[in-house]
Nanobody
Framework: QVQVTESGGGLVQPGGSLRLSCAAS????????MAWHRQAPGKGRELVAR???????EYGDFAKGRFTISRDNSRNTLDLQMNNLNSDDTAVYYC??????????????WGQGTQVTVSS
């Protein structure tokens, strides 16, 4: 059973930084897509950033210029560096992994989420 597990959330002041990590039970290089999503209270889940197997990157508009998604192959983690945080970034952040299997089969994996709270 493939698992992805987030860490690194917490309380940070406005303007501060935080780094999230997602550890996988298989090599992160096996995933066709890995991503971070978030869900704020009372809102739907939204894409924060995505990295594909060909290293293509995609960011939500709110994340551009502030957040950076990356793979750390030595630690086998997907990381999200978040800078200049504000209260609108308060949310549960989820790691996501997408695998293409044989034929048309695919598998999607979600972590349980890590809480990020931006407050003074």
């Amino acid at each position: 059973q493939v698992q992805v597990t987030e860490s690194g959330g917490g309380l940070v002041q406005p303007g501060g930084s935080l780094r999230l990590s997602c550890a996988a039970s298989i090599s992160i290089l096996r995933f066709d897509v890995m991503a971070w999503h978030r869900q704020a209270p009372g809102k739907g889940r939204e894409l924060v950033a995505r990295i594909k197997s060909d290293d293509t990157l995609e960011y939500g508009d709110f994340a551009k210029g502030r957040f950076t998604i990356s793979r750390d192959n030595s630690r086998n983690t997907l990381d999200l560096q978040m800078n200049n945080l504000n209260s609108d970034d308060t949310a549960v952040y989820y790691c996501y992994g997408f695998l293409r299997l044989k034929g048309w089969n695919v598998e999607r994996y979600w972590g349980q989420g890590t809480q990020v709270t931006v407050s003074s």
